[in-house]
């Protein structure tokens, strides 16, 4: 079975750090352009951050930009999101996706998806 698997996730204060990460199982996404989607409660899903495959391009979304890094590592086909200086809108399910396509926004929905990690950011 395909999978995307998230970990990181967990309860911080305003002005923390967490850093997630996203393995690979079932297949191998490498190759494949690699990012972070969330959703807060009561909203739709949000572009966070991509990666492109060689680890050479990447965007972020405005909310998050100075604050967040994405990064990967494809001897372990593993993507990582570092965030730091936490806020309280940060708070939101984390979804670790992959498509062949470069994305840099919400307008496009990926191929794969994890099953999502909370984050949840305490004032």
């Known amino acids: 079975q395909v999978q995307l698997v998230e970990s990181g996730g967990g309860l911080v204060q305003a002005g923390g750090s967490l850093r997630l990460s996203c393995a690979a199982s079932g297949r191998t996404f490498s190759t494949y352009t690699k990012g972070w989607f969330r959703q807060a409660p009561g909203k739709e899903r949000d572009f966070v951050a991509t990666i492109n495959r060689s680890g050479g391009r990447t965007s972020y979304a405005d909310s998050v930009k100075g604050r967040f890094t994405i990064s990967r590592d494809n001897a372990k086909d593993t993507v990582y999101l570092q965030m730091n200086n936490l806020r309280p809108e940060d708070t939101a399910v984390y979804f670790c996706?992959?498509?062949?396509?470069?994305?840099?926004?919400?307008?496009?929905?990926?191929?794969?998806w994890g099953q999502g990690t909370q984050v949840t950011v305490s004032s």
């Open positions: 996706v992959a498509d062949l396509n470069y994305f840099s926004n919400a307008a496009y929905s990926p191929h794969y």
